[in-house]
Structure formats: C-alpha cells, structure tokens
C-alpha cells in the first residue's frame, strides 16, 4: 500500500487515523492540536510523555499537500518512527549525521521530487548547504518540532542547533509549525514561541496528571531493603534508574544473586548488547532493567508496572519524563523514589562537576580537537566519530567533567557530541582489479554485488571508502542479508578489508576550529543557567521533602496547572485518607475506601482495621440503606 495524498486530503481526521492507525478516536487533546495545525495556526503542543505525541503531526501530514518536516535530537525514536510509517504504508525517510552522503542526497532529492510525506532531519543538519538548496524546492506543508524545550536556553536540555530551525520558515512562509514537549515550565513555553517566531501565543496543554500513577517518596536509610519489598510486592516489570553505570552494573548483580531476573543497560555497552537485553526486556524474558537515563528515548512498552528512582533528579522535568515510563496501559502502577541524608551532598558534587570552570571547558574544548585532528580554521559542519572513554583514558580525564564540558560547548555553539550514531560500513580492496573479475562466473550475487560496489565507488583499490550496504543491495537487486553475508565471504578469502557498520558517538562541529584564546564561554550565559539548575533542583527537593501537598498536585503545578486536582492514590493523599479514616465512622471508612475502587467484602475488611462481624452487618446495612450495590463482577460499588 502506498500512501495517496490526494485520497487522504478528503478524508475526516478521525477517518485518516483510522485508514493508517487502525484506531476509531484520538486521545486527550489529539483532535484539538490536530484542527490547530489544520487551520494553519502555530501550536505549542505541552503533552506528557506517553501521550501520543507522534500523531498529532503525522495525521494532519497526510490531510495536507506536501511534505512534513520533522526536527528531532533523537536518533533511535526517528529510525523507529520511519520503520513504523514504512510499515503502514506511509513514504517517510530520515537524515541524520550517521546516513552516508549519498543516501542523504537520494532522500532529499525524493523529498523535492518524489511521493515523501515525512522527512525526519536532526537538528544539526538544518544548516547545511545540501540541505539549504534542496529547501527551496521543497513543497513544505507542516514543520513539527520535537522535544522544543532544546529551543530554550532556560530549559534543563538547551540545544543551540534547534535556533536554526526558525530560518526554515523563510522556504516555508506559509507552513505552520507545531513545537511538541513533555517538560516545558512558563518561562520555557515563552522561550519556545518567541525563538520559533510564532504569529502569536497559542498553547495547547494536555493534563500531566496519570490517575494510574501512584507517586511514593521513601526516605530510608536502606535503599536496598525497601526495593526488594517493592519487587516483592508489585509483579510485574519494571526500570530501576541508577546515577552511575557502576550502580548499575553493581546492582542489576546483586539482584541477580538474590534470585530476581534484572540486567543492566548503560551507554557503556556496545550497541548490539543494548539492543539485545532492550528486547530481552521488552518481550519480558527479563523482568527488571537497572539502568542510568541513557534507557528511556524510544522505549515502546506499555505494562511497566513500576519505576524506582535510587536517588533524586536533578529536576522534576527529568523526573516526571522518567516515572511517567510506567503504567502506560492505564493500570494501576508505581513511580517509587528513594532517599536518604546522603542524596543531597551528592547531588551538590554533581552540580560542582556539572558546572567546571571555564578554564577547564577550554582545554577539554583544545584536547578534543588535537585528539580527532582538526587543524585552526577547520571542521565547520563536519562530524568525526568520538569514542569518548578512550579519549578520556587517553588524556587521563574524568569522563563526567568532559560531558559536561561538552554540554557547556555545545550551548555555547561551538561542538556538539551526539550520542550512538550509525557509523557506515568500510571496505577496501586487498586485490587487483583484474583478478578480481577472475573471482566468479558472471550472473551469480556475489557478481552482481561486485559490479554494484565498483560503479558506485571510486578508490576502493587504494583506500577505505565509507559504503552503504541498504543502497548496495538496492541497486544489486539483493537483500541487505545477502548483501552483508557476501561481504563476509570476501573478508574471509582476504579479498577486502571490512569494518562492518556499527554506532559510535559522533562529534559535529558547530563552528570551525578557534584558536584556545579565541574559543568564548559566555559568563553570564553560564552563571544564568547554573542559577536555573539550581532553582529546578530545588523544586524537585521541595517535591521529596513534602509531607501534606499531593505528589501529582505538585508536578502539575509546576508545569503550569492551574486547577490541578489531589490524585488521591499517591503516598500523601493515601496517608491522609488513613487518617481520615481513623477517625471517622464505620460507615465512613467503608465508602471512603469504595470511593477509588470496587472491592470485595474480603478486601474491604483486609483495609479496614476493626471486628469482621461489625464490618459485615454494616455492609449489609450500607446495601441495604441503597448507599452501595454488587456489580457485576461481584464487587461492592457506591451507588451514585
């Protein structure tokens, strides 16, 4: 099936979603960002992680002529996005630093001229010259903005190559933008508008309350023994979500001797590791993931039961996008946090390393450079794979002050590093090219193969070219398996040298080479967003500190609210209901507990502390008086 913009431009919304989605209606706020971008107004889009953003940009694409441009940092979520689209259907490619040069000239020259409804580009390529030509021939209907808090220098993850996006409405006068975030405070929210150049204010916030969610904050001196009573506690799967890779690695083993299935996922491990115990996880052969934040961006699993902090956030924002990885399926689930007296001095030590001093950020800044090779004046636009931890046992540095001094570079639009991108397929003849024509008959695959290497690839007699092994197999007439077991096969008759395709980190250069005493930190940009840091930390202290303000009343508040509503099922609200209860009447307590749920005379006197005949004469009198009734299922229910 292909996808036919001239049928979809007549169908309904509602029609279109269930033609490609297979789903009857929209969630919350769905429809109303959907008519907003339809009636070409920009939209600031505030929705909680899990909420669907996706289709909020993907169904009016298809109800509009041309094409939908999709700015997205996330590597993983973008490949996963135009799998799922190709699937259904759908024409969408992506571009991003780790797509060989002539592949990306292909998808952008499809985009221009061909049937492409959805090009997913990362932000770092907005400025290209390729791209900037291919722009202004591009029919563009919609520009979506994803993760937008980046646009915003005040937002716990600001990205300066996300500024550029603006410049894209100059090609696209009349497309409107829809900026998409699940962690925006006010201020943030201003910020994305204005950078954006929106026509006017216009913010459409879906609800950050999870009524499934319980909020629980744990204050305990040992971490471990209240995690095991959780595990114990609540079946089913779950994230654990660690500071460091050693806590990680060492706790993911100290549940394994304690005989619960858990594994450990870091950005440490190799790619293909990653991916393995991700789907170990996913299909459920492992029940627990241990993990640092680096476990979260494209995580498809809707039945995560609970997610267990073992230390504070630096932020709610980052809080809440983690947590909110639980109960996705509407079940009832667990956003458990832990603490203790030891939290606070570390969370200060972080900030210390988060922040070095200028000095420091311009020799990491110096050190990198001499490290990948690029000479003063060079290396604008340009990415260069970056394994960080040989460079840092290299020059013998902390790997936690080098990401931070990159964090502070990249604000300071100067390099980014950007995290597991693909690193195409090398080869290189070991051969003569006469002899190798010798190898086999003509018309068999590794023939075809051959011949499709040599016309696309000049050089591969003298030295390593980056191939493409997808674009190989497509002009072979091939499948990619095939394609990569042949090269195999000549990597064994010592016919070639190969390095197969893998993901490593990349750094990409925002501005060409400076000399060190040239290279400007700005210090009032810097103190600003330690200052910010702080204060966001210090929200999400006062969220674990709290003892009578509900947990979900608190992070909605803190999103903007304005009519946020007790959630009645996390720590605080059930600790005040007990309390409630004790002092109410008989009568009373019972309601109270059927107030949230249906339940069983047995678990009602499982709740409810006193004499089990007293608690079933007045269910029976509470039945009888009309005040509740058996449902269905069985249960006991208040009648409304």
Known sequence: ????????????????????????????????????????????????????????????????????????????????????????????????????????????DNCTYGDVKMLYIAPERLATEVFRARLRRMNISLIAVDEAHCISQWGYDFRPSYLQIAEIREFAPDAPILALTAS????????????????????????????????????????????????????????????????????????????ISANYYHAGLPAMERGLRQDDWREDRTRIMVATNAFGMGIDKADVRFVIHYAMCDSLEAYYQEAGRAGRDGKRSYAVLFTNEEDSERISKLFKAEFPPIADIKRVYELICNYIQVAIGDGFGASFAFNIYDFCHTMRLSSTNVINALKILEQNNLMTLIDEQDHPAKLMFTCSRDSLYKLNAEGNDMDKMLRTILRLYNGVFTHFRDIDELYIASCAQLSSERVHELLKVLWRMHIIRYIPAARTPMIYFDSERLPQNDLYIAPETYRHRYDLAIERFNSMLGYTLSKEECRSKIIEEYFGEKQAKECGVCDICLKKRTQKNSNASLDERILNILATKELTPKEIASEVAGDISKISKCIDKLLHEGKISISISGKLKINE
């Open 184 to 259: 925006a405070t006010e201020l943030v929210a201003r910020d994305i508008m204005r950078h954006l150049r929106f026509a006017s204010e216009n913010i459409l916030r879906s609800s950050f309350a999870r009524p499934n969610l319980s909020y629980v904050v744990r204050d305990v001196e040992d971490k471990y023994y209240h995690l095991m009573r959780v595990i114990q506690n609540v079946p089913g799967s779950g994230i654990i979500y660690m500071r460091t890779r050693e806590g990680a690695e060492q706790l993911a083993e100290r549940l394994q001797n304690d005989g």
């Open 1 to 108: 099936m292909k996808c036919n913009t001239t049928d979809n431009s007549k169908l309904s919304p509602e029609e279109i979603l269930h033609k490609w989605w297979g789903y009857d209606e929209f969630r919350p706020m769905q429809r109303e960002i959907i008519d907003s971008v339809l009636r070409g107004k920009d939209t600031l889009a505030l929705m909680p992680t899990g909420g669907g953003k996706s289709l909020t940009y993907q169904v009016p694409a298809l109800a509009m002529e041309g094409l939908c441009i999709v700015v997205t940092p996330l590597i993983a979520l973008m490949k996963d996005q135009v799998d799922q689209l190709q699937r259904r259907g759908i024409s969408a490619v992506a571009v991003h630093s780790g797509i060989d040069p002539r592949r990306i000239e292909i998808a952008l």
